[in-house]
Every structure is written in C-alpha cells, then in structure tokens.
C-alpha cells in the first residue's frame, strides 16, 4: 500500500517545475531561421508569404488570384456587380463588353446594341433611341429629334424642321406662299413645302400651293414631292429659271435697292442678300427690287406696282426682261 505524497511535498514539486520554464521572447519567433522553441507555436507558423514566387493560397477563392467576388466558379472574371467595368459594362459572364441593352447605347449616332458583337451601332428603329438625350426618332441611323414621317415628337408652338431634324418654334400653319419651310406643318392650308431650285441649283424649301387653281405671279407648275414625304402632285410655283421665292416678295413688298442687283431691303433698313433680285424702276418708281420674267403671268397681279414684264423705258432697256419694265 502507497502512501499519500504530504501536501507541502507536491506543492515543493510544483514549484521547482515551474522554476525550471523559462519565457520565450516573442522576437525569436520572427528571426530566421526560426527559434527551436518556436516550433509549435501554431498558427503563428502560418503567416502569409506574400512574396512574388509565393506557391498560390489553396485556402482562398482562385487560389487567392483575384478578389472573392471576382471569382467564379473558380475561375477570375473582369467584373461584377460590386466590382464594375472601368468602361463599357459587365456582361452576365463578367466579361466587360460595350453594350448588353440599348439602353447602354447614348451616343445617338451608334443607339443600337447588336447582341452579337455586344457593340453600340447606328439604330434601325426608333424604339432603340429611347431615352437617347437627342432625340428619340430614329432617321438614317442616328437619334434625332423628328423626321419624316415622325413629327408628331415636335408639340406646342413648335414644327420640325426636317432638313435638320430638329424641333423649331414655328407654328403650325404660320408660314404662306413662297415662305421658307422645313416641313408641310409649317405651312398654310393647302399648301406644302416643296425644295427649289435657282438656275438648276439647289436653293431650299417653300410653301407652296397645291395646283388646283394658280394665280399670278405663281403660274409656273411645280411637281415634286414635299418635304414631309407626300407623294408628287402639281403646286402653283414660279419661273425657278429667273428668279427666286425671296424676289417675288420683295417686289411684292416693296423693297428697295442702291442700284446694285441681288440686294435689297425694306425702306429704311439695310439692304440683305436677295438672290435673283434686280434692281429697277418699277413704273414710276427706280430703285426697287423686281425680278426676271419671260411674259406678264410671272409678275404682280393687274392694278399692282410690277404687273408688266418688260424692258422698261430707254436708256435703261438692257439686259433681261423684269417685272415692272
């Protein structure tokens, strides 16, 4: 039978125990190589090696290769949704591509996104512009605010004017016989705006009046079709050989000039371009704007200033016939 160790023996043993340990310094364990007595330290072992030629960590998403939410199934993708793409935008792939929607499309010259390139192209149909800062009607390719057969985006007091797509503040209706147009709106009851031409060039649109019943000066047919698209039919215009829309209504008006042909204004105001215009007594009266013509039905309406078309009274019978010679 064994004795009981006394309790002053065992707490003596105790003592000379922990007498004999003796305190690692935490800064061995950072030397290299390491301190022996560091050796089951733990986890303190498993610092991070972050050095470049480091083995890859098997404990992290991709090895530790890119970010956690860029992984995926445990490949590195370019972004996510809390990683995005620094341009263009994440596909659902997370590949960082132009476009996935139209909506990704602002430039309203390239609004469509085609799916098979994941590119911003030029649009096709309208609904592709929606919401595009420019315009919302798409006209031959880009994103605009109104066109042909698309004016009804222009409301109030405004009309589009479809030589630039643009909404402009001109009422509907508001603009009569041989005014400047940018579309049928824009223009009077019964009329329509039709392009013209000044000895065979171009030279912009005017309303003008559907060829029921033409009077003077406006006597001279004119088929083409408008400006918003309807179809060809017969307008009242004038002679496009001699003279212009802006020389018709100058005469008309009154306007006068210095002597210098193609310029002209109202009496008192400067005088401004008024292409085809001459300048020429008009009756009794010299100095003013007329135009030329090749019989009476081009000129003013009997018991007005200009009715005739003539050569006017010597010395000043030279050059081409006008309005009021």
Known sequence: MHRPIPRLALLALL????????????????????????????????????????????????????????????????????TPCAEGVCRGDGVCVGCTEDADCEDPGRARCDLDTNECRPCTDSRQCTGVTAGEVCEGGTCVECGVGAEEGCTGGWTCDIPTNRCVEVGRGSRQTCQSCGSDAQCATGHRCIEMTFREAAHGAFCLAVATECNRPFTIPVTRTSVSGHEAVAYCGINEEQTTCEAVLALRDDWRCTGTDGRCGPEGEPEVEVPGALCRRVGASSNRCTYACTGTAQCRPSGEPGTTCGLGTPPLGEGPQWCGG
Do not use: F, K, W, Y
């Open 15 to 82: 003592i000379h125990a922990l007498s004999a340990c003796t305190v690692v310094e935490t800064d061995v364990c950072d030397e290299t190589p390491p301190d022996p007595r560091c050796l089951d330290a733990g986890p303190a072992d498993a610092r991070a090696d972050t050095s470049p030629d480091a083995p890859p960590d098997t404990q992290l998403p991709c090895n530790g290769e890119c970010a956690p939410d860029l992984c995926v199934a445990d490949a590195c993708v370019e972004c996510s949704v809390t």
